[in-house]
């Protein structure tokens, strides 16, 4: 879906999420920290959502192990963020968002087949690192520019407009045309 995306249908998925033309959509979509009681996102959602200002949407998917939270609840109801967790297809999300916004989440690997700019924010890198382990350093080898607090994400996110690192590309997204299952099943019954 995301790596034969047309525009129609990427404005057809705008338009039904009400993501009105001119507008920039971002999606926050961080990962399930299972060392940590509380679900609540690092991000202080109200406040980077108000210094992004009114021409951006701000979509908020949490991890599926956390779908409802009465933060985001409360300020989707509110208007000052999209509580995006009940949308059936994340893919759709993706192809909305002009900009993915993540932590540790392993959506940054299918978002980069769209080569749409991802910001990646890792207050809590060493912590993460440590309780989780990890395959690369995302830090140095990640897909984009990574911010450590809250005020640099939305700087980060203000000026973002670079598209995912082409080494990253290469690693993770080189097979992704659209037609690897393609491949993989004539391999396997071949």
């Known amino acids: 879906m995301l790596a034969t995306a047309t525009p129609e249908r990427v404005r057809a998925v705008r338009e ?11 999606l926050y979509a961080p990962t399930h920290r299972e060392y940590l009681d509380d679900p609540t996102p690092p991000l202080d959602l109200a ?23 009465p933060l985001l609840r409360e300020l989707h109801d509110a208007g000052r963020i999209r509580d995006v967790a009940s949308h059936p297809s994340i893919e759709e999300l993706c192809l909305a968002a002009d900009i993915l ?20 924010h890792a207050p809590d890198w060493e912590v993460y690192r440590e309780q ?18 809250d005020d640099e994400l939305l700087d980060l996110v203000k000026s973002c407009k670079e598209r995912p690192d082409p080494g990253f590309r290469e690693r993770f997204c080189s097979l992704e045309d659209g037609h690897a299952a393609e491949r993989v099943i004539a391999a396997v019954l071949g």
């Open 16 to 26: 039904d999420l009400g993501i009105a033309d001119g507008k920039t959509a971002v």
């Open 47 to 69: 406040r980077f959502a108000d210094g992004l200002g009114d021409q951006v949407v701000v979509m908020a998917r949490l991890h599926y192990f956390h779908d409802e939270h």
């Open 101 to 120: 916004v993540t932590d540790y989440s392993s959506i940054m690997f299918d978002y980069a087949v769209l080569d749409r700019p991802i910001a990646i």
């Open 132 to 149: 989780r382990g990890t395959y690369f350093d995302l830090l140095t080898e990640g897909p984009g520019p990574v911010a450590r607090t």
